[in-house]
């Protein structure tokens, strides 16, 4: 199970390495710079919604899709908290199925990198171009080819914490990374184990550029992660912004 019990300590793991403020206010300028109509919103592959909180407050009206229930209850209490209303589907990216067009759709932190297949890769560009307003924007980023495999590829990561501690060994082979994680969370005296598998295929560049092109989706900007920095060899995560 994929994003199962995951989904409760998500955040307390990947809060420390991602700046949301940082990310949500690069794609905000971006929007600005595109001039787009701020009315419909929609975070594909949401997770536990920490970029959906951020940007649905610029939007008229939001969506949220992600595969994993677990990490759509998460979701749903941060906007609650925050009374942000955002309707909440859960679909797989690849299907895509709204029958409702967007101004703007998001699909970050390497969530691209989750289909494995190279079909479904293009089915899910196909059904975002479907889903996106003539002069709306989409925003996407992977996992460089260079960061699954050489970064991450065949090496093992520990993290510990007084109430969570894990394993993370990777594997890299005929361009899958397979991340096998076991975590031990503190339930009261006790730790819970638990473990997961996640695969991430490393898509090349012009791969996604060709496919893109196919669609007849124009890349307008091509990025360093969420800076307005050129991407370079050694890039680790770069962020597409595309147009019909």
């Known amino acids: 199970m994929t994003y199962g019990e ?3 300590i998500y955040d307390e793991l990947i809060n420390e390495d991602i700046n949301y403020e940082e990310m949500c206010s690069r794609i905000i300028e971006i929007c600005n710079g595109e001039n787009i109509n701020f009315n419909n919103y929609l975070d594909i592959a949401c997770g536990t919604g920490n970029v959906t909180v951020k940007l649905a407050k ?5 969506f949220a899709v992600d595969l994993s229930d677990d990490m759509l209850r998460e979701a749903f209490d941060k906007l609650k908290k925050e009374k942000i209303k ?3 589907i859960c679909q797989d990216m ?3 199925s709204l029958n409702r067009k967007f101004d703007l759709i998001t699909s970050v932190l ?3 990198n989750y289909i494995i297949e190279e079909s479904k890769f293009v089915d899910y560009l196909t059904r975002v171009k479907e889903h996106l307003n003539d002069d709306g924007i989409f925003i996407f980023d992977i996992n460089s080819y260079y960061k699954l495999s050489e970064i991450l590829g065949n090496n093992i990561y520990t993290y510990s914490e007084e109430d969570v501690f894990y394993t993370w060994e990777n594997t890299f082979e005929d361009d899958l990374l397979s991340m096998y994680l076991t975590f031990f969370v503190k339930k009261g005296e006790l730790y819970e184990r638990f473990e997961e598998e996640h695969l991430e295929r490393a898509y090349k560049e012009s791969f996604i550029e ?3 092109k196919e669609l007849d989706l124009k890349v307008i900007g091509k990025f360093d992660g969420y800076s307005n920095r050129k991407v370079e060899n050694q890039t680790e995560r770069i962020m597409y912004v595309v147009k019909k």
């Open 110 to 112: 390497d969530s691209s």
């Open 58 to 62: 610029s939007f008229k009206e939001s």
């Open 210 to 212: 060709n496919k893109l």
């Open 94 to 96: 690849s299907e895509l």
């Open 6 to 8: 995951f989904a409760k």
């Open 86 to 88: 955002c309707k909440l």
